[in-house]
């Protein structure tokens, strides 16, 4: 039943109550679980501000080409090339493998006709920290995503204001 082995039938778990550990591990794995839907939605946001700033910088070209010089244009390109990057890093964050949700339900119960509750509890206690050590590299991921994503953010934002300054001084 559980991921990662940390328990079978050759191996006797502590002869203490399991609470703790079931509820410390199932936490851990919840938390978890919600910071990750917390990072895709960040990225997702990051991904639609990041396909503004380059809409924004070619409907100024449109509307005033005679103020695009080589800076403005090298510019213009750098946040697309910038959000480019941008758009595959969310993609392969977004689209990462299976992550480990808990227990198979059916499995609990089948186990929960015929193994002692205590054992049961020690089970899906390891079965819950098996899934979380089996997700962190996902996660992790997905906040080196995070933080790429910001940063390259960041780099069109101000790409996209030095040239709609220089678009309006006219240099």
């Known amino acids: 039943m ?3 082995n940390l328990a079978s039938e050759s191996h006797a778990y502590p002869n203490r109550n399991p609470d703790l550990m079931y509820e410390v591990a199932r936490d851990h794995l919840t938390g978890q ?3 990750a839907d917390a990072a895709d939605a960040k990225l997702g946001m990051l991904v639609g501000w990041g396909s503004a700033a380059p809409g924004i910088f070619a409907a100024v070209l449109a509307l005033r080409p005679t103020a695009f010089h080589a800076v403005e244009t090298l510019l ?3 946040t ?3 959000y480019l990057i941008l758009a595959v890093i969310v993609y392969l964050a977004l689209s990462r493998k299976k992550w480990g949700l808990g227990p198979n339900l059916r499995q609990v119960w089948r186990d929960h006709l015929g193994k ?3 054992r049961l509890k020690w089970d ?3 079965d819950y920290l098996g899934y979380y050590e089996a997700n962190k590299p996902k996660y992790d991921g997905k906040v080196t995503a995070l933080r790429w994503s910001l940063a390259l953010v960041f780099v069109e ?3 996209l204001v030095l040239g709609l300054v220089l678009v309006a001084s006219g240099n």
């Open 2 to 4: 559980n991921k990662l």
């Open 33 to 35: 679980l919600a910071a």
């Open 76 to 78: 213009l390109v750098g």
């Open 80 to 82: 697309g090339v910038a």
């Open 116 to 118: 002692d509750e205590r």
């Open 124 to 126: 899906v206690a390891a």
């Open 157 to 159: 934002s101000s790409a």
